[in-house]
């Protein structure tokens, strides 16, 4: 389960944007579930993913963590990862990965 917390020392947080178009929005977001489910989730370090997208379906965000930087890193490097973001960066027209330090968390009220 995902779940934000600004204690959580040392993990990597990881935002990445990818702009697209209707017609592959679809695609897109199949392909980058199929990379969370055969490939991204197996490597060492992953904490969990989430994905989102837009009423538009022009733009998708994926939030991960990872226990390190040098995890994420990793993953990126490996040769089915490599290959897998060849074929997602042909299904939109731009991808952004940010890394991030939650530096502040906003929880619900208590019942």
């Known amino acids: ?5 600004r204690d959580r020392t040392g993990i990597q947080t990881v935002i990445t944007t990818f702009e697209t178009t209707p017609g592959q929005c679809a695609d897109l977001m199949e392909a980058l579930q199929d990379a969370y489910a055969q490939v991204i989730r197996h490597q060492p370090g992953f904490r969990a993913a989430a994905l989102h ?4 379906q022009t733009r998708i965000a994926n939030y991960s963590q990872w226990d390190r930087r040098e995890d994420f890193m990793a993953m990126l490097r490996t040769p089915e990862m490599r290959e897998r ?3 997602i960066a042909t ?20 019942p």
Do not use: S
Request: hydrophobic share 45%; with cysteine.
């Open 53 to 56: 997208m837009n009423d538009a």
């Open 1 to 5: 389960m995902l779940t934000i917390a």
């Open 85 to 87: 973001n060849r074929r």
């Open 91 to 110: 299904l939109c027209t731009r991808f952004e990965p940010v890394m991030y330090e939650v530096t502040g968390v906003v929880d619900p009220p208590a």
